[in-house]
């Protein structure tokens, strides 16, 4: 990852909870929660850590930071990880944050909201700023999405660090008769165009498409029944292995490359080769 760094420039790094539905625990949920790290443009797993009984979300995420390289990293977060201390720790290790709020941090989310509200009314006027809008169509979908960067944001609790910009999305969908809207505030302390930011937003939701959903869809976690370490250690090789079948060569897909790599050992090789040390 620090090669990618230094060829790449600023990669983005997304830390996501999920939930072994069928492998049972005695955590308040039932089931193994547990923290991927992935790096979303380079579709690569950075690790896991497991949910420990007793302990919160935010614990294995801090864990999980712990053992990486944040140098040249932006790290985006759920509101699940937006914390002060996730925030300190994440610029402690030299890497920038995006993290999502919402209700769970009630001074900080009333304070963002009152600065949207706030460029609403003003339409941003003496405020330093920067607005993009993008449609997409496709698969029978209409979407917009509306992107706001305000830098050097004001007003906000004095015990979040570096803050540079907040970034406010809205996105409106059609999908044939049905319209729908959603809004998301996030904070970064790495100032940029509304269209990157935007763009990392939105690029944090590949760890849901590109990890979690292959998993679950293609691997078909939740109907495994190991419990403890073993769900996890298992959990560890489904995304080794979605690594390794993303950065496999070929267009197919990756039941597609999954059948062709138990059918062709040349193929599977190939498959293998994807874990080098560059």
Sequence with gaps: MAALCDACGRVPIAIDGKALRRSPTATASGCLPLVSAWATANH???????????????????????????????????????????AQQIRAQGGDYLLAVKGNQPALHEACERLRLETLETDCAGLRHDLSARSEDGHGRHEERYVTGLEDPVGLPPAWVDVKALVAVRRERQVKDKDSSERQLSLSSSRGRAKRLGGLVRGHGGIEQSLHWVRDVVFRADDHRTRGEGGANRGMLRRVAVSLLKRAPGKGSIPTKRLQAGWDNDFFLKVLGGITEN
Excluded: P
């Design 44 to 86: 690569l797993s950075l690790g896991q850590q497991e949910v420990e009984e007793g302990s919160k979300e935010s614990t294995a995420i801090a864990e999980r930071l712990r053992v990486l390289d944040l140098k040249g990293a932006l790290v985006s977060i759920d509101a699940a990880g937006g914390q002060v201390e996730i």
